[in-house]
T-cell receptor, first 115, second 115 residues
Framework: AQSVTQPDIHITVSEGASLELRCNYSYGATPYLFWYVQSPGQGLQLLLKYFSGDTLVQGIKGFEAEFKRSQSSFNLRKPSVHWSDAAEYFCAVGADGGSQGNLIFGKGTKLSVKP | ETGVTQTPRHLVMGMTNKKSLKCEQHLGHNAMYWYKQSAKKPLELMFVYNFKEQTENNSVPSRFSPECPNSSHLFLHLHTLQPEDSALYLC??????????????FGQGTRLTVV
């Protein structure tokens, strides 16, 4: 069965520091992978996605993610975190036969940013 | 602003009440989705509609009743809910449920509290 694991429930980083949020997936075929961000009281915003091709994908707000098939991972990175990045981040995999609306999500990682 | 609008943003209802959540999009999309986001749990896909036809019901209790009168509108009718149904209910839309590369756009959600 498809599943997504985000091992870190809560991460705190200092402003200006680098960030890496971990995501591992379980999927039989080539996965469609996504990272979403949710600010408090808001819906989900797509940060980036991977379908095929270059395994390093660039997204909005300076985020990038790298697909590593051998590790079943799709970790999200940002070289320098800003206070406005404080939010909850969700990794997701596209369910079989479905569009990006038909997704299986991880439990999320809450990011706090220290001044 | 994603183009997907949910109303109301907040709703408090008693266990014997009947209420409805509304989702509206004017993006020209044909697929619409209801998700439930509970504390400490992954987002759960509840229902999927494609071209006004329900294509998925992920074992959702009958006290939740979806309605999709046209491709632009999606409702979630609620009756005799339980306190554990308190959650953020998110609506999403995409161009076509069957196309995996179609991006989904999420609304800001309705925060439901059942008392």
């Amino acid at each position: 069965a498809q599943s997504v694991t985000q091992p870190d429930i809560h991460i705190t980083v200092s402003e200006g520091a680098s960030l890496e949020l971990r995501c591992n997936y379980s999927y039989g075929a080539t996965p469609y992978l996504f990272w979403y961000v949710q600010s408090p009281g808001q819906g989900l915003q797509l940060l980036l996605k991977y379908f095929s091709g270059d395994t390093l994908v660039q997204g909005i707000k300076g985020f990038e993610a790298e697909f590593k098939r051998s590790q079943s991972s799709f970790n999200l990175r940002k070289p320098s975190v800003h206070w406005s990045d404080a939010a909850e981040y969700f990794c997701a995999v596209g369910a079989d036969g479905g569009s990006q609306g038909n997704l299986i999500f991880g439990k999320g990682t809450k990011l706090s940013v220290k001044p | 602003e994603t183009g997907v609008t949910q109303t109301p943003r907040h709703l408090v209802m008693g266990m014997t009440n009947k209420k409805s959540l509304k989702c509206e999009q004017h993006l020209g999309h044909n697929a619409m989705y209801w998700y439930k986001q509970s504390a400490k749990k992954p987002l759960e896909l509840m229902f999927v509609y494609n071209f006004k036809e329900q294509t998925e019901n992920n074992s959702v209790p009958s006290r939740f009743s979806p309605e999709c009168p046209n491709s632009s509108h999606l409702f979630l009718h609620l009756h005799t809910l339980q306190p554990e149904d308190s959650a953020l209910y998110l609506c999403a839309s995409s161009r076509d449920r069957a196309v995996r590369t179609d991006e989904a756009f999420f609304g800001q959600g309705t925060r439901l509290t059942v008392v």
